[in-house]
């Protein structure tokens, strides 16, 4: 059984900081591209950030330089950092196995102004 739980999101004003994990169990998770992806409030769930088996990694244009995704195989977990957050960042994070059906439950990040 696939699982992916988040974890870290939680409430912080502008221009703060907080470091999102995603553990994964039931896939290989070495051999998996890794996404997060964030839907707010009235508004189409996006990609944020990706990064494939061997670490390259893709960004939306809207956290380019703010957030950093990254990995650890020997720990089944995909972390997303995010600093100088603004208002406009707050959504619901979810991580996902990227090209399949799997998708955490998400997680809560509101950044208030």
């Known amino acids: 059984q696939v699982k992916l739980v988040e974890s870290g999101g939680g409430l912080v004003q502008a221009g703060g900081s907080l470091r999102l994990s995603c553990a994964a169990s039931?896939?290989?998770?070495?051999?998996?591209?890794m996404g997060w992806h964030r839907q707010a409030p009235g508004k189409q769930r996006e990609l944020v950030a990706v990064?494939?088996?061997?670490?390259?990694?893709n960004y939306a244009d809207s956290v380019k330089g703010r957030f950093t995704i990254s990995r650890d195989n020997a720990k089944n977990t995909v972390y997303l950092e995010m600093n100088s957050l603004k208002p406009e960042d707050t959504a619901v994070y979810y991580c996902t196995i990227t090209g399949t059906v799997y998708w955490g439950r998400g997680t809560q990040v509101t950044v208030s102004s």
């Open positions: 990064i494939s088996a061997g670490g390259i990694t």
């Open positions: 039931g896939y290989p998770f070495s051999r998996a591209a």
